[in-house]
């Protein structure tokens, strides 16, 4: 998967798990991705404290659109591993769209239609810990961390049974 | 209870801008100057000597011709020492311009902001859209996305023709959860584009930072050369802690510029927010007291709400303004003496403490005029006295002090003495001129904030207001330039110098006799009453001031005038007692005339002590006028007394004048004078008559007008 396909994945992706669990932050989620794209690792050192001119009584809350960015950048990641070992005889132009199918969102109702097969529940959870691994990495808060985790691999198909 | 708005009322934010800006100048000045000092002083001596040779060769035979060969040969040499202070001046406002107009690019880039747009949010996009439009703004900023700032605030900036509203990830990301906090804050920031703070507050930054870099570093590297390889480690440190208290003075004003735009930004936006909105609510969150706030940005959480809910307290300038404004006048006046000293001819080298004081003066009669304007007018709405008026000039006054003190050119030793009474006599010399500055000053700033309490009653508007206010400044400033300057030359002259000055003048009586006889001092003395009394000219029968409140649906302020003055009983007073000095002095001439011998009366020392009497007679006159108005008059009773003094010696003056010349037409006024009918009326007699009659009998009817006044004002308590 080229650059361009993975940051639109990930911009995709991380924007229906923010309306999911932090729907107030998307007012920024545009500018915050762009950002998030040009320079990854700059974008994750959050500024605390206020301005030297700003206002000066606002306190300082925990934005989660960094963060899910990040993991859901690993996740993808993963994912694109675990599509490109099972279909590898399948040009890499075609990763893109398997790994979105592999979302939820984006999959066929009709399974029979999906070019890939849903993860598996072994697969899901390290789904989980990818994101948990990479959200603790940038010292977010335990719950916080859960609850990304949880909603990124609520948001991936799962195979029944 | 509605809250006053202090925005009638120049702020405090321009206040310390201005104040951060003379601050700034003042202490570069000193800087350079020290700078030029150590670079020029080893090639200022080669010239020296080289122009004396060159002075001696040019004309071997001729002293004068020599001293002015020398003269004009240094001059080049000095005007380079000057173009050196100028030019630092004009590097480091160029650099602060340049740091002022490109910080918006820099931040931009720095935070990584990018437009806000209705793509967005259009339900935020449309809500900033509305704020702007309540903010009344001329034109609406452009809105920024600071996205991965977690906090709930957000930043104006910009420069002219261009401003910017931040808006951070945490503040964005309370629109759907908390709207009213989110308007809260950006009304907030709107607020400061509304009170044109946003470039005060970025040339200030900028400023500070052209100053480190200009002016400071360079200071930096010739103090360490002056402490570890200069022949006096002494003089060494005496620079380096009025460094040190210097850039410290430098950071002080611009953080407490910066607190105060903080806290009229808050009172702004409370107009649109509501007394009890969202701001108050996020003002009122705990904190702890910060006993070191005055050192930080932002201000102490519990001062911001306390303004918040009292404006009022706004209108009060604190004691340590004042003082501050003190430190800043004065700080650069000895480094500009000796800038003067090097551009001007030395034929007017008495002119240049007056240089200083006319650009140090108006800013010292703005925090005079407008510390009491804003005082009297709160009073006034409250029915109370202003208070603590005449304090804040004495704190000036201070501050003006210790500004000499702390100037670079101070830590220069004046004379090496030699005793301890050698030390003593010039040291009390300065102390007591010190103070009569400390005391001239208290009672400058009652003074001001009296004729403003008359002054106040010729508002009709918020415009009238400004008009009446910018002239008490005006005029504050032209008594300043005069008094400052003057103050300075003796303090500048030391008791060296004055005791020089006052032994080729004559004696400490004629000295003081061409001081107070001065066409400057009839200025002084006439502004005295003139400047209070004058007002009854525009006088309403109420005083009506539009947007007096906060709140927008408030009615105009409506107050009745107090009693009025009474300028005709003080003119009458004034001429019933001329006519009676001047009777009593026709019939003092006459009896000369017919009961003293001709051969007596024509002796220059016996009419020396003729005029004297005289004159004598006539401020007699004019104290008991000034004395009787004073007690008559109810309303401000000093300045009518000082107003029927005025009168009387002016016509007592007329009086005597027109006997004297009477007597060279009719002989039975004559005491031997010489002249004719033809020159009655010699302007230049009135004038020398005047600057005593006049002159003195106004300085000695100051004590009496005021301690009269004040003492019928307690009998009728």
Known sequence: MDNQTTNQLVSDISRDVLSEVAPQEMPLFR????????????????????????????????????????????????LAEEVKKAVSEEGASMIGEKVKSLFKKYRNPDESKNKVQPLTAEQLAQVQAIAMKEARRLRLSDKNTK???????????VKKG | MRRLNPFLFPSDTDFRFVLLVVAIVAASITVFNSLQVDIFTSSWLKMTVDCIEKSKLAHPDDLTLQLQFEKQCRDRYELLQSGWILLGIAILLSVATLIYWLTPRWLVWRRKLSPFTAEDDPQIASSLDELCREAGLARAPIFLSDPLNPNVGGLAFGRIGRRYVALNGGLLAQFHIDPARFRAIARHELAHLKNNDVDKTYFAVAASLAFALVALIPLGVSLIDDVFFG?????????????????????????????????????????????????REILSKPAGANWLSFLGFHPDPAYRLRSFDEPQRLFRLSYWDAFAAGVASTLAFPDLNALFDLLLDSQYESLTP??????????????????????????????????GIGRLGAALGLGMILGLWLALRSAVPYLDYDSFTGWLVPSLFLFFWAILLIVGLFFLAKWVAAGAVIWLETTRSAKSLRRAYAFTIFLTAAIMTICVGFWYFFWFQGYEGVYMIVSLGGGLVSVVNRIIGSPYAFWIFLSLWAYPL??????RSEIVVENAYLENDSPALKLQPSESTRIGLAVAIGVVSAILAVALMAIIRLGVRFSVAEATYTDLIWKDGYLKSQIALAILFELGAAFIASVWIKRAGWAHGLLAAFVAGGLTTLGFVSLVELGDCFSIFSLGGVGGCADLFDPSLIGLIGSYMVNWGMFLSIPVAVTASKIASWFRQ
Request: charged fraction near 15%; proline fraction near 3%; hydrophobic fraction near 50%.
């Open chain 1, 31 to 78: 500018a915050a991705s762009q950002a998030y794209f040009k320079n990854p690792s700059a974008s994750l050192t959050q500024k605390s404290g206020d301005d030297m001119l700003g206002f000066g009584a606002g306190e300082a809350v925990t934005l989660l659109t960094p963060y899910l960015l990040s993991a859901t950048a690993e996740v993808i990641k993963f």
């Open chain 1, 147 to 157: 609850l990304l985790a949880n909603a990124i691999a609520g948001s991936l198909a």
């Open chain 2, 354 to 387: 007056y240089g200083a004081s006319i650009l140090f003066a108006p800013m010292m009669a703005g925090v005079l005029g407008l510390s009491a304007w804003r005082s009297v007018y709160l009073a006034r709405i409250q029915g109370a006295k202003p208070q």
């Open chain 2, 534 to 539: 004058s007002a009854r000219f525009w006088r």
């Open chain 2, 231 to 279: 022949p006096d480690l002494g003089f060494g440190f005496n620079l380096v802690w009025r460094a040190i208290a210097i850039a410290g003075y430098v950071y002080l004003a611009l953080a407490g510029l910066l607190r105060t735009r903080e806290v009229y930004a808050d009172v702004r936006a409370s107009i649109w927010d509501g007394e009890s909105g969202a701001l």
